[in-house]
């Protein structure tokens, strides 16, 4: 993950603890989805960086309706938000809502708030429209001594966005999941130093890598991981078995 500048890490330990504050004090008063919009302006400002009036924009138009805010800091727009209010349980309804836009206007990031709960979310299309949640951020649940929040927090920093740091940890999200990892635990680069083990622990022991690779499979993982039947799932498996045969060939 990219190195967080001096500045803005000294930023993110001031801002983040008074906005911890406010949106606590937000939950008890349970207020509406308007005041939640402005707390999350106001965040993406301190907390994040951007400037309130070159890089945000409320109520931005996508054909005949609006999402709650836009930012954009080049040409492009960097991801869209959709705000839900602060006492909001975050739902698929709400996120569909939010990738819908994205879509409609070519935007890969799709932002789905409460204030408090932050998920971003990859968006894809490709014949159809699909997405993914790549991370997610409770922002009172962050420590500020906690390297790895303020990291996630970076993600989606102004500062975070010019070095290109959430495609890079999308990047690395993809190559480091459980669904690559049992993909590469079933295939034969695997399969050969356990058959060698084996046959150390039982010499002579005669059993075919296929053997190994279907007991792997069937009874090793988790069938949450070999049953996979998402179209995204199974693309990812293919990618990683055609990355794993070029290795082979290597």
């Known amino acids: 993950m990219a190195k967080i500048p001096i500045m803005v890490e000294r930023r993110l330990k001031s801002e983040v603890p008074r906005f911890q504050k406010i949106l ?6 349970d207020i509406n989805e308007a005041d939640t919009v402005a707390i999350v302006a106001d965040m993406l400002e301190g907390v994040f960086g951007y400037d309130k009036y070159e890089d945000i924009t409320r109520e931005f138009a996508i054909k005949n309706t609006y999402v709650d805010l836009a930012v954009k800091t080049e040409k492009e727009i960097d991801f869209l938000i959709e705000v839900k209010s602060i006492g909001t349980n975050l739902k698929n309804l709400h996120l569909k809502q939010a990738v819908d836009y994205a879509a409609n ?3 890969q990031w799709a932002i789905l708030t409460n204030g ?5 979310h990859r968006v894809t299309v490709d014949g159809r429209v699909s997405s993914e949640e790549v991370f997610c951020i409770d922002f009172l649940s962050l420590s500020i001594r ?3 929040d303020l990291e996630s927090v970076f993600l989606l920093c102004k500062k975070g966005l010019g070095k290109g740091a959430i495609d890079d940890y999308y990047q690395q999200s993809q190559a480091f999941n459980k669904y690559v990892v049992g993909t590469i635990l079933q295939s034969e680069n695997i399969a050969k130093p356990v058959r060698t083990l084996l046959r150390k ?6 059993v075919d890598l296929s053997d190994i690779c279907e007991m792997i499979s069937k009874e090793v993982i988790k069938r949450e991981i070999t049953d996979s039947q998402t179209e995204e799932c199974q693309a990812l498996i293919k990618k990683t078995n055609n990355q794993i045969k070029k290795i082979n060939k290597k």
């Open 24 to 29: 606590a004090q937000a939950q008890l008063k």
């Open 105 to 107: 206007r070519g935007v």
């Open 116 to 120: 408090v709960i932050w998920q971003a």
């Open 146 to 148: 906690n390297t790895s």
């Open 201 to 206: 622990i039982s010499p002579g022991l005669k």
